[in-house]
């Protein structure tokens, strides 16, 4: 499941399949048609619908639930599927060395979208 999104990703400290299985999730419940888990190569406009307001709504879930700063225009440009953002925020994490919230916490979180 994690496969491709970023080379050596092991080595980071970054738990890549617990960031993934947060982000799918996330993005998926997110979705202006809310699947489940939203594939890695699902683009976010294309495939599950996204539209501006819902992009927005994503970016701040992200930042709340992993405590990264807040995604600049210039960051979210390049940014068109769920594997990209996925990597954007592997970096974000790097960067700022927060932890990855809990199970229970991310649990929590989808249950009031």
Excluded: W
Excluded at 68 to 82: F, G, H, Q, R
Excluded at 88 to 94: D, M, P, V
Aim: no cysteine; proline share 6%.
């Amino acid at each position: 499941m994690t496969e491709g999104v970023r080379p050596g990703a092991a080595d980071t400290g970054v738990d890549l399949a617990r960031l993934t299985d947060i982000i799918t999730r996330v993005a998926g419940a997110i979705a202006p048609q809310p699947v489940h888990r939203a594939g890695l190569d699902d683009m976010l406009v294309g495939n599950l619908g996204y539209n501006s307001l819902r992009l927005i709504e994503l970016a701040f879930a992200l930042e709340d639930l992993l405590a990264i700063e807040p995604m600049s225009i210039e960051d979210a440009l390049p940014i068109s599927t769920v594997r990209e953002l996925t990597r954007y925020a592997q970096t974000k994490i790097l960067a700022n060395g927060s932890p990855l919230p809990t199970l229970e916490v991310v649990e929590e979180y989808l249950a009031n979208i």
